[in-house]
């Protein structure tokens, strides 16, 4: 059963960047689509960017050209590079499939904007 460790949130001014890490326990070869998804505080969760075995690549409206993903199916790493963060990113941010297999859920990294 693979398991999925997400890291590298922290709290970090508006305009600011961090990269996010979700880390596989197990091959993430044979899954197609992989996504990074965040939940904020009083809100449902929602997909913000997805990729494809293939590196074909989608993201919510609201990132576009400011968060990246990306994949390393040999190091079993799936990444979010984030930049010109805003305060409304504030979220914790989890990585699954797309669509989601509830046991992969991990613990998630929280990512926390100041203005």
């Known amino acids: 059963q693979v398991q999925l460790v997400e890291s590298g949130g922290g709290l970090v001014q508006a305009g600011g960047s961090l990269r996010l890490t979700c880390v596989a326990s197990?091959?993430?070869?044979?899954?197609?689509?992989m996504g990074w998804y965040r939940q904020a505080p009083g809100k449902q969760s929602g997909l913000v960017a997805s990729i494809t075995s293939g590196g074909n690549t989608i993201y919510a409206d609201s990132v576009k050209g400011r968060f990246t993903i990306s994949r390393d199916n040999a190091k079993k790493t799936v990444y979010l590079q984030m930049t010109s963060l805003k305060p409304d990113d504030t979220a914790v941010y989890y990585c699954n499939t797309v669509p989601v297999l509830r046991q992969l859920w991990g613990q998630g990294t929280q990512v926390t904007v100041s203005s």
């Open positions: 197990g091959s993430i070869s044979t899954i197609n689509v």
